[in-house]
């Protein structure tokens, strides 16, 4: 058995097996590789200039207008249940008049809010967890998550990483409705059913 042992008899074996031809150097460097694939990604994920954009068209749903309670009946701290936007699952909602000013909402001191009461984080029941002193709601009885109400139900502590869903409110005279959802509520891929 040969052995090929300096480099111009390496150079004669891949002259012999390319046909007479030297052997060629790799064509692109790492550097430049990373580089090419790099831009290629970027024009991919951002488009080429002059390419038409493609549109898709918002999603709008219709919310059933639903009378909740009266104004001048709600007291500070003591909430109110309800379901919303329909019956179905995990519409258990609250409406509280918290009695200082909260994002969202309704009345003269902007304090009236109301939130379903799903957790975010594994559908874990709310009711009963409303926190007079700190304006929140939980812990949640799964993972012990928290949710301030003056500040659109955003999550103080515990495992959710997205708010509750607050309803939408309206006040016509003394009636206040509930009239639409911000944010998607547990359990569902849209908010209203069928």
Not at 37 to 52: L, Q, R
């Amino acid at each position: 058995m040969n052995v090929i042992k300096s480099d111009l008899e390496k150079d004669d074996l891949v002259k012999l097996i390319n046909g007479g031809k030297p052997a060629r150097g790799c064509l692109m460097t790492r550097r430049s590789f990373l580089l090419t694939g790099g831009i290629a990604t970027s024009v991919v994920m951002i488009g080429m200039p002059g390419m038409v954009d493609a549109q898709q068209p918002a999603v709008v749903s219709t919310y059933p207008r639903k009378l909740i309670a009266r104004l001048s009946e709600l007291r500070v701290d003591e909430p109110l249940d309800f379901e919303y936007p329909d019956e179905g699952a995990y519409a258990e909602s609250i409406l509280v008049k918290l009695g200082r000013e909260a994002g969202g909402g309704l009345g003269p001191d902007s304090d009236v809010v109301a939130f379903n009461y799903t957790c975010t984080h594994q559908g874990g029941p709310l009711q009963g967890t409303y926190q007079a002193a700190d304006k929140a709601l939980g812990p949640c009885p799964l993972h012990l998550t928290t949710f301030d109400l003056t500040r659109h139900g955003i999550f103080i502590s515990g495992q959710a990483y997205q708010s509750l869903p607050q309803v939408l409110l309206e006040l016509d005279g003394d009636d206040i409705y509930a009239v639409g959802m911000f944010g998607l509520i547990y359990g569902r891929i849209d908010n209203l059913q069928g």
